[in-house]
């Protein structure tokens, strides 16, 4: 069996193929560690960008829900103002003597009698003022009854605050009735209107109810 000297040895290490060889094992092994860490780094990459993906769909999903109650907002409160005006211009009494003809008219088809109307005025403001009447009305309870419901049902807004029983004589009955109704701010006048032209429309009214 033959050994190999040093010499041949040499020979060997001092060969380009053996040095060739080398090389390329060296880059092989280079190769397979660099491949590697790409695929560790690729997989790291990879899953943080499907974090952040999925991050970036909850938070843009939470603003969807969010942000649904907004959606079509300007549309609904230009939908709003305009009822708020067709509601003024169609129930707000344009002014005192408005009012004050209104419930003239509303005590003849029923029969009623109104006997005392008086006003108080609410503190005028940016939005509607309010305005109450304390009423005193007189005739028997189903004349009365139909009165308030003419009064409730009425194309002007009006609201019952109370209502109580006064006296009752017969078949007649006094009631004395707790109204608010609104004025617009510019149709709100600095003080409380008379009333001698109310004393007189209700002396007139009452005489109409009582025609047959």
């Given amino acids: 069996m033959s050994q190999t000297t040093p010499s041949v040895w040499r020979e060997r290490l001092a060969s380009p193929l053996t040095w060739h060889f080398a090389g390329c094992g060296v880059l092989v092994i280079l190769a397979l560690v660099l491949g590697a860490r790409f695929a560790m780094d690729w997989s790291a990459t990879s899953s943080s960008t499907t974090d952040a993906l999925a991050n970036k769909q909850t938070q843009l999903k939470l603003l969807e829900i969010q942000t649904a109650p907004m959606r079509g907002m300007d549309k609904r409160i230009a939908a709003t103002r305009d009822q708020v005006k067709d509601f003024h211009a169609k129930r707000i009494p344009a002014s005192y003597s408005a009012i004050e003809s209104r419930m003239i008219e509303l005590q003849v088809k029923p029969g009623v009698r109104l006997s005392r109307l008086q006003y108080a005025q609410g503190k005028p403001d940016s939005g509607l003022t309010e305005i109450t009447m304390d009423a005193g009305i007189s005739g028997d309870y189903s004349q009365i009854m139909h009165f308030v419901n003419s ?6 807004f009006f609201l019952i605050r109370a209502m109580a029983l006064t006296s009752q004589q017969g078949g007649q009955v006094n009631l004395r009735l707790r109204v608010s109704t609104w004025l617009r701010p510019a149709d709100v006048p600095r003080g409380l209107p008379s009333t001698e032209s109310l004393d007189s429309g209700l002396a ?3 005489k109409e109810s009582q025609q047959p």
């Fill in 204 to 206: 007139a009214g009452g």
């Fill in 151 to 156: 009064l409730e049902r009425d194309k002007n």
